[in-house]
């Protein structure tokens, strides 16, 4: 019996002990709960932010610290238009997560905080943004771009520029629709992006008007006439008779609206094109005219005319002849292409408004030195000893030409002859040759034992440009 009651007692003790543990248990699982009834459960992060056990206040302060706002961006499908951008202050921008926090505290199981200790739980908060509307359009209305639509009222109208000529003035195309951008930023912003790309769905092209479009009508007969089958070859440049020649060649009134005949056809302006063969004269013509060179050691020299026998000179009243002629006719517009060499009464080696070209010969007689260029390159540089001053045999200045290449010549004057191998004349009697009664050149051999006015080199620079340079090849000499 006593066997019976022994068992029975232990048997209770052990209820009792389970009890007790459950209990226990039972208090801490429901203590834990309670714990993280205003906390995070375990195993918690927001972003990088650790937020187990820690008060929806405290982590709202941490998120709030990290926070980093940009500023607004806004990119613009026009070309030359940088990307603009709007301070976050400008529109009272906020971007909470206060509530967010606190809506995540609230939503938890807090009789699941268990199974958190073995699951990483990261959470994605929704952020309460806000800003001020009226703001938003103020600062977006003081935007380059937007300014510029707003002070840019559509027109269609032929206008004149005094360097181009006449052009259409048309910016109906591409115009911003300014309300549906700023539309669009408001509802990128609300969604917590923080920059705008504007494509091209964003842009119209404005209507025209009846007026509008009787100036298109009107630019298109312009425009037609205007641009004519002429080309005047220069040489090294082209000269095309459009737009920008033709629209200064028509009579027009004093504010540029272009005169008509009782036919309706523009009228050329016989003036202007004999003001524009004057023109072309003076920017081509070199011959008989100081001209300006710039020496191979990078100074600015003045070439004067006085002996110089190289240049340009264009043959003015045939020019102006075959202009009038020409633009009088229908050859401008008949869709043959007409390219024009003009005449001249002087003509250079090389065409066009540099007619020395990339081929010459420089001589420095300052600096007693001599550079020889061939198709821009520098062949050969070297001493010289130019015409003896003191004696009166001084070296002509001047733009000149080579005229003859000989070998093996006598060289006569008034008390000498000297045998050359290479013989170069390239004005009256001076010329380039070689002088092998000389030891040395360059310095100032010139004021005490310098030449009869031609350019003395050694033999083998002599010869080196004998066997490159070819007749009519530019020669500049110059002093400072």
Not at 51 to 56: A, N
């Amino acid at each position: 019996m006593s066997s019976v009651r022994e068992k029975l007692s232990k048997h209770k003790k052990k209820v009792v002990c389970i009890g007790s543990i459950a209990a226990i248990l039972l208090v801490i699982y429901f203590g834990t709960a309670l714990y993280f009834r205003n906390r995070f459960l375990p195993n918690t992060w927001i972003g990088d932010v650790y937020c187990t056990g820690r008060s929806m206040q405290a982590v709202a302060h941490d998120l709030k610290e990290k926070i980093v706002i940009p500023d607004i961006r806004i990119s613009w499908s026009d070309e030359g238009y940088e990307d603009s951008f709007i301070k976050p202050d400008d529109i009272s921008y906020s971007y909470n997560l206060t509530s967010s926090v606190m809506k995540a505290v609230e939503s938890q199981n807090i009789f699941s905080w268990p199974s958190c200790l073995f699951t990483r739980q990261t959470l994605q908060l929704e952020p309460v943004i806000d800003f001020n509307s009226d703001l938003l359009r103020s600062r977006f209305s003081q935007l380059e771009r937007v300014r510029a639509e707003v002070a840019q009222v559509p027109e269609a109208e032929i206008r004149f520029d005094n360097e181009t000529g006449y052009f259409l003035y048309d910016n109906h195309a591409g115009r911003l629709d300014i309300d549906k951008a700023l539309q669009a930023l408001s509802d990128e912003l609300l969604s917590g992006k923080l920059s705008l790309t504007l494509d091209e769905t964003y842009y119209y092209d404005a209507p025209y008007t009846a007026e509008e479009n009787a100036n298109l009508g009107e630019w298109d007969k312009l425009s037609s006439f205007l641009n004519t089958d002429l080309v005047y070859d220069m040489g090294a440049e082209k000269i095309a008779f459009d737009s920008s020649v033709m629209s200064f060649l028509i009579e027009a009134e004093r504010n540029h609206d272009p005169v008509k005949d009782e036919e309706g056809s523009y009228i050329i302006d016989d003036e202007a094109v004999s003001e524009w063969i004057d023109d072309l004269c003076e920017a081509y013509n070199t011959y008989g005219l100081d001209r300006e060179f710039l020496s191979s050691t990078g100074k600015t020299v003045i070439i004067p005319a006085t002996y110089s026998n190289y240049g340009t000179e264009l043959n003015h009243d045939a020019e102006l002849r075959f202009l009038n002629n020409y633009l009088h006719s229908e050859e401008p517009w008949d869709g043959v292409s007409d390219e024009h060499i003009p005449s001249y009464k002087v003509e250079a080696t090389v065409r066009g408004l540099n007619d020395i070209g990339d081929t010459f010969i420089e001589v420095d007689l300052f600096d007693q030195y001599l550079y020889y260029y061939k198709n821009g390159e520098l062949i050969l540089e070297t001493d010289i000893v130019s015409g003896d001053i003191p004696k009166g045999w001084t070296t002509p200045r001047g733009v000149f030409y080579i005229n003859g290449k000989y070998t093996d010549q006598y060289l006569y004057g008034k008390d000498y002859i000297d045998f050359v191998s290479y013989w170069m004349p390239y004005f009256r009697g001076y010329g380039l040759h070689d002088s092998d009664w000389r030891d040395e050149w360059g310095g100032d051999i010139y004021t005490y034992d310098g030449s009869h006015g031609c350019i003395n080199m050694d033999k083998e620079s002599a010869r080196t440009i004998f066997e490159n340079i070819e007749i009519g090849t530019p020669v500049v000499v110059y002093d400072y």
